[in-house]
């Protein structure tokens, strides 16, 4: 049993993702950067009709994501899925709380995506970048912060070049952009993008992902 509708890209992750979507409604994506690239796509492709979901959910980790993957990605069917997740998994460690008692980001995403590529062979895989910034929660034990990110976005480089996914890098981006102003302006907290932080994932995404094997036509 699938979804009846053609789903063109289905958005996971965390927080970041979910951005206070409503989760009684099949379609509501959010207010951020998940809105933003159906929004330009959406304008851009009406011919095509395309179709965007987002199942991202506050709080997450890799591990939350496994257990609600039957009815949250593989039910859906979609030809595209996107996935940003890896801060929630550091927020623990860094915060010493019991969830973060071992580290199975990376075993946890390999199996992941082992299990998406068994039931969803057709569907293109879209891996995006884990990022921070150095303010609000990130300030204080920014080095540590800053080292386990740094692995995290290399595991996460490395299971899409494994997995034939697209890479969308953020990271740099980010780090541009706080050259502009402060980084409170982009994160205001180092991890949660503000209005304008959303607007330069989205423009990373369809930069990357419209120039790619993965690309929407209309």
């Known amino acids: 049993m699938r979804f009846e509708q053609k789903v063109d890209v289905l958005f996971q992750g965390d927080s970041i993702t979910d951005t206070g979507r409503n989760r009684a409604d099949t379609y509501s994506l959010g207010h951020g950067y998940a809105a933003r690239i159906s929004g330009k796509l959406g304008y851009e492709l009406a011919e ?30 979609p ?14 460690i860094m915060n010493r709380l019991p969830e973060g008692a071992g580290d199975r980001f990376e075993s ?8 998406t590529k068994e039931y969803l062979p057709d569907t293109g895989l879209i891996l995006m ?3 921070i910034l150095n303010c609000g929660a990130t300030q ?12 995290y976005q290399t595991v996460v480089k490395q299971l899409a070049e494994e997995n034939g996914a697209v890479f969308v890098p953020l990271q740099k981006a980010f780090d541009e952009a706080a050259k502009r102003t402060a980084a ?8 949660h993008p503000t209005a304008a932080g959303h607007e330069l994932i989205s423009r990373v995404w369809i930069e990357t992902v419209q120039n790619s094997p993965l690309a929407l036509r209309s």
């Open 184 to 191: 409170t302006f982009w994160t205001g907290d180092g991890v």
């Open 129 to 131: 970048e884990p990022f």
């Open 48 to 77: 095509s009709a395309p179709l965007f979901l987002n199942r991202g959910i506050s709080g997450n980790r890799v591990s939350d994501l496994y257990a609600r993957w039957n009815e949250d990605a593989i039910y859906l069917n």
């Open 140 to 151: 204080e034990q920014w080095e540590g912060w800053k080292s386990l990110i740094e692995t």
């Open 79 to 92: 030809k595209r899925l996107s996935i940003l997740i890896g801060v929630n998994d550091a927020w623990r």
């Open 108 to 115: 946890s995403y390999r199996h992941l995506l082992q299990i």
